[in-house]
């Protein structure tokens, strides 16, 4: 099985430690596409059913600073995650870091997400990627995370 080797205090990628996600929405480029941007869309989908997102603050464009904050659904817990938006093409793609604020425990290195968006007729294949992860166990974690809000975002389209 590949592992993450450090290099100059960088993880280096490998197939364990990468995360990709590939799901076909109901729903035109271009309305996916929005439901990643549009604030009043991601406060409808965003985060897993046990944790949806509750504040959100983004300056959408290359540079600009996003920070979501999700709360249990017994309002037991607030977990933040921050970033910076690197690259944007509109109904294409997106590309921010990705990290989790301090918290009291740890939740994981800065990575890099990408998600793509591409035409599957009247459909949305989308394609995120999210590395490099310091363990299989918060690669899976994410996995876990990411895939029950790509099911709310779902049923945002439904």
């Not at 592992?3 to 996600?21: E, G, P």
């Not at 991601?42 to 920070?67: L, Y």
């Not at 590309?95 to 740890?106: E, M, Y």
Request: aromatic letters at 12%.
């Amino acid at each position: 099985m590949p592992t993450a080797k450090r290099s100059a205090d960088r993880l280096v990628a490998s197939d364990d430690r990468v995360l990709t996600i590939t799901r076909i929405f109901d729903a035109p480029r271009a309305r996916v596409f929005q439901a990643f941007i549009d604030p009043e869309q991601v406060m409808q989908w965003m985060g897993p059913r046990s944790h949806p997102i509750f504040e959100m603050r983004a300056d959408i464009r290359p540079g600009g600073k996003w920070r979501f904050g999700l709360r249990s659904v017994d309002g037991e817990e607030e977990l933040w995650q921050s970033g910076t938006y690197r690259e944007i093409v509109p109904n294409q793609k997106l590309v921010f870091s990705f990290v989790w604020d301090p918290t009291p425990r740890k939740l994981g290195p800065e990575t890099l997400i990408e998600i793509t968006f591409a035409d599957q007729g009247k459909k949305t294949l989308m394609t995120f990627r999210q590395s490099v992860f310091d363990s299989t166990d918060n690669c899976d974690s994410h996995r876990v995370g990411w895939n029950s809000a790509f099911d709310r975002l779902d049923d945002l389209f439904a």
